[in-house]
């Protein structure tokens, strides 16, 4: 009997309790959970560590939660807690140093778990990613082991060409996208234009999207009146570019063509400029309405 | 005495663990070399599921025989995809809505085709892109975040930018200035196009409709199995907790910094008088408690007919910080949309970093979990009903003086007893967040049990507008003994009746 007794009075502890004041554990679910975890650093460090830094410095600790700033480069600033109370902040302190007492911090590799999947790894690539020196609509190719560039969906243009290597996309993956990839190898080639910015006529470009074939993109987009594809192939160990303008020019078409210390761009079919290195190449209307251009090094 | 807390123990788990009474939870693995963080989701119309993952890729599932095939790569944060066919899909990728079509029937996407980028990006982290959500004509919703002060701007940006606000060149990441000028920024801001805002884009492409404004962060839309486009944002400025909204054109929906995008708007958002933005927003029509309900919700699925049993019709929405899903039954008055948000799933075994939800024609839910390096998990988790006579909530109707709630079997009418109810409600202000005010215990003057002991009407003085209302029904039993599946109910009530 006084068996039954104590059963039914435990099961009855619920109906008893009032509306308990919030619990450190409860508050800290609420207001920190989603950005702190005991032993390992994700959005915010750990509790570990924030134990390291306010264990003994309740003060310290109210203040920085009322009006943290930014500490860590690339980290996200930690929103203000000034609507929690000092009492409430003062539970979650305890709560802190309770749950993160004797725990050690998660060594966290800076590797990427998966730089050796095919979705780096394979050749060719595309990636749309954040890129260095390009607009946010940026788009990473690997043509083959030798070569890589950055195209920008957003000004539908080449921004720039690379040599031995692709990129290490894993400071953007690792969190929400507030990073930036490395550019694996060596740069050889920066357009500070398109070559046929002539053609939008004051408009924005506009991109239409892409076709894969073998990997490789064949990028469309419209220049003014003009739709063009592009598509940037390499064979024998030569990277070459390939475009389509339709409709073709009314009149001949002056490409002015990057030059980077000798790298520079040639055509394989029609008549090159006076000197390619010195001025723009020059097509025809016939000419440009299909013509490759070939990378030239020294 | 031991055996008596070892009993009090198992009786406390048992109770906890209602959900795995009457669902199966059960992980699917995922292939290796994936980072396997779900973005986007949905059911092919052969029964095979299409999944996007944080790293570009899109894989079709067969839960036939468990194969997983590539479909399409290299796509920009992916965070939700229509599965149009087998050789047609929709994605929203940061920059852009994109079609990834197999032209050529070699099962891979070959063609990659913009249907629409025309909005904005500064290249700040937190202008993510969700969506589509597609209706009945065929036109796609997509939501666009707004930017946040954790982090500036990039150098070069993709379209329109507003100068209401602090001058561009104060807003450059790159400089490591950010750190003085945040404060001015907003907590959120919208600086480049239609970020906060809802777009309509047709079925094809042409037309583009700046839809509604007014948003944060709005991981969740879909469109519930009356038609109704629902949003989910996330607590935070503005924000005194999640809301869920049922969006309609041309309304606004609290946050303020997307005003700057309203043609002719001229004035800085974060010196309109609250008031002002008071009067002007549409309220929600769900509200979920921070830290007790959700903190983070995602996207809101219609459950199809003759799946989940008695839930069938009704909108699932998923959460990523809390160990729960959460079901929205809606009850609308005069042309108000309000009703109430009720835990589903809410168990341990189900875990966190609940993104997207797609059901199969065989009746089973599919769960993608992301964290994006916050709180969250990965992973693809089917769930199937195995209680064909769940007793749960079926709905919550507002009266005159109290509530009415409809349960889905017969309840044990010595159980209606005991019920509580309480009120609070947010505030709406620039601060991150809000603690609960104007708490109040109301009392209920009478629970009554109809005759087929169905539905059990409460009866309580003081019921509030704009205040959401807590009834705690966790002593209901079915007539066979069963705890009730979710036996809290919030109800947002925003008109009286």
Redesign the interface.
């Known amino acids: 009997m006084p068996?039954l007794l104590?059963?039914t009075l435990?099961?009855s502890l619920?109906?008893l309790a009032e509306?308990p004041a919030p619990t450190g554990e409860?508050l800290f679910?609420?207001?920190c959970?989603?950005?702190h975890?005991p032993d390992q650093q994700?959005?915010g460090p750990s509790l570990v560590e924030i134990r390291g830094l306010y264990e003994k410095n309740i003060d310290g600790f109210l203040s920085w939660a009322k009006n943290p700033?930014?500490k860590r480069q690339g980290a996200?600033?930690m929103?203000?807690?000034?609507?929690?109370p000092d009492e409430q902040l003062k539970l979650i302190h305890a709560h802190i140093l309770e749950i993160s007492k004797g725990l050690k911090q998660v060594k966290q590799s800076n590797a990427d778990p998966?730089s050796?999947?095919?979705?780096?790894a394979r050749r060719p690539?595309?990636?749309?990613?954040?890129m260095p020196d390009?607009?946010?609509?940026a788009?990473a190719v690997a043509v083959d082991h030798t070569y890589s560039y950055c195209w920008d969906?957003?000004t539908c243009r080449l921004r720039y060409l690379w040599r031995d290597g692709f990129i290490d996309?894993f400071p953007v993956?690792?969190?929400?996208?507030?990073?930036l990839p490395n550019v694996v190898g060596t740069k050889i080639l920066t357009e500070p234009d398109s070559p046929l910015a002539q053609l939008s006529g004051g408009t924005p470009p506009k991109?239409?999207?892409?076709?894969?074939?073998d990997g490789l993109?064949t990028f469309r987009y419209r220049l003014g009146n003009t739709t063009v594809t592009e598509r940037l192939t390499a064979s024998d160990g030569t990277l070459q570019r390939h475009f389509t303008l339709a409709p073709p020019p009314a009149k001949d078409l002056l490409l002015p063509l990057a030059n980077e210390k000798g790298v520079t761009w040639t055509h394989l079919k029609g008549t090159p400029g006076k000197g390619i290195l010195e001025g723009p190449l020059t097509l025809s209307p016939a000419e440009a309405a299909a013509f490759t251009l070939s990378l030239v090094q020294p | 005495m031991k055996f008596?807390l070892l009993?009090?123990a198992s009786?406390a788990t048992a109770s906890a663990d209602v959900w795995t009474d009457a669902f199966t939870l059960e992980s699917t693995p995922i292939p290796?070399?994936?980072?396997p963080q779900i973005g986007g989701l949905d059911t092919l119309p052969d029964g095979r599921l299409a999944v996007c993952f944080?790293?570009?890729?899109v894989l079709i599932y067969n839960p036939a025989d468990q194969s997983w095939t590539p479909f399409a790569?290299?796509?920009?944060?992916p965070l939700g995809i229509i599965a149009e066919s087998a050789t047609s899909m929709v994605v929203m990728?940061?920059?852009?809505l994109?079609r990834l079509r197999d032209t050529d029937g070699d099962g891979r996407?070959?063609?990659?085709?913009?249907i629409y980028?025309g909005f904005g990006?500064?290249?700040n982290?937190?202008e993510?892109a969700f969506g589509p959500a597609r209706d009945k004509d065929g036109n796609f919703y997509v939501a666009l975040n707004v930017a946040?002060?954790?982090?500036g701007i990039?150098k070069?940006?993709?379209?329109d930018w507003t100068s209401i606000g602090v001058p561009r060149e104060t807003m450059d990441n790159s400089d490591g200035q950010w750190?003085r000028f945040?404060d001015k920024a907003g907590?959120m801001y919208s600086r480049a196009a239609y970020r906060g805002w809802v777009m309509r884009i047709s079925p094809d492409g042409k037309t583009v409709t700046p839809f509604a404004d007014g948003f944060r962060s709005p991981d969740g839309i879909g469109i519930d199995a009356e038609g109704r486009l629902l949003v989910t944002d996330n607590q935070?400025d503005w924000r005194g907790t999640s809301p869920l909204y049922h969006v309609e054109q041309d309304k606004f929906y609290g946050h303020p910094a997307s005003l700057v995008w309203r043609s002719a708007w001229t004035r800085n958002p974060l010196e309109v008088p609250v008031p002002e933005l008071e009067a002007l927003r549409t309220p929600a029509i769900g509200l979920f408690p921070?830290?007790?309900l959700a903190?983070?919700p995602t996207q809101p699925i219609a459950i199809p007919a003759d799946t989940f049993g008695p839930f069938a019709g009704q909108t699932l929405i998923g959460e990523?910080?809390q160990p729960t899903l959460v079901r929205f039954l809606p009850d609308p008055l005069d042309g108000i949309s309000q009703g109430t948000l009720v835990p589903f799933l809410q168990s341990k075994n189900l875990g966190i970093g609940n993104h997207r939800l797609t059901f199969t024609p065989d009746g089973a839910l599919w769960i993608g979990k992301t964290?994006?390096?916050?709180?969250g998990a990965q992973g693809l988790v089917k769930v199937t009903l195995k209680d064909k006579h769940p007793f749960a909530i079926d709905s919550v109707h507002l009266l005159k003086d109290g509530f009415e709630v409809r349960l889905t079997e017969p309840l044990d009418p010595a159980s209606a007893k005991?019920l509580a109810l309480?009120s609070h409600r947010y505030l709406y202000h620039a601060?991150?967040?809000?603690?609960k005010v104007d708490e109040q215990?109301l009392s209920i003057t009478s629970t009554t049990v109809s005759p087929d002991h169905r539905t059990v009407i409460l009866k309580a003085d003081g019921l509030r507008e704009g205040h959401l209302h807590v009834l705690n029904l966790?002593f209901l039993k079915s007539t066979d003994g069963k705890p009730l599946l979710g036996d809290l109910a919030y109800y947002q009530l925003t008109k009286k009746r």
């Not at chain 1, 991109?207 to 074939?213: D, M, R």
């Not at chain 2, 990728?93 to 852009?96: F, H, L, S, V």
């Not at chain 2, 996407?109 to 913009?114: C, G, R, V």
Request: aromatic content about 10%; proline content about 5%; charged content about 20%.
């Open positions: 068996r104590f059963l435990l099961l619920p109906l509306e409860f679910t609420i207001n959970s989603a950005c975890l994700i959005v700033v930014q996200i600033e929103p203000s807690m000034a609507h929690i998966f050796l999947s095919a979705t780096i690539n595309l990636l749309r990613i954040f390009a607009g946010p609509a788009i969906a957003g996309g993956w690792k969190a929400n996208g507030n990073g991109f239409l999207g892409y076709n894969l074939k993109p | 008596l009993l009090a009786l290796a070399g994936i980072d944080h790293r570009g890729e790569q290299g796509l920009h944060e990728q940061r920059p852009e994109t996407a070959d063609d990659y085709e913009t980028d990006m500064t290249g982290y937190h993510f946040s002060n954790g982090a990039r070069e940006i993709r379209g750190g945040k907590r935070g921070q830290g007790e903190n983070s990523m910080n964290h994006l390096s916050w709180a005991d309480t601060t991150y967040g809000s603690p215990t966790k």
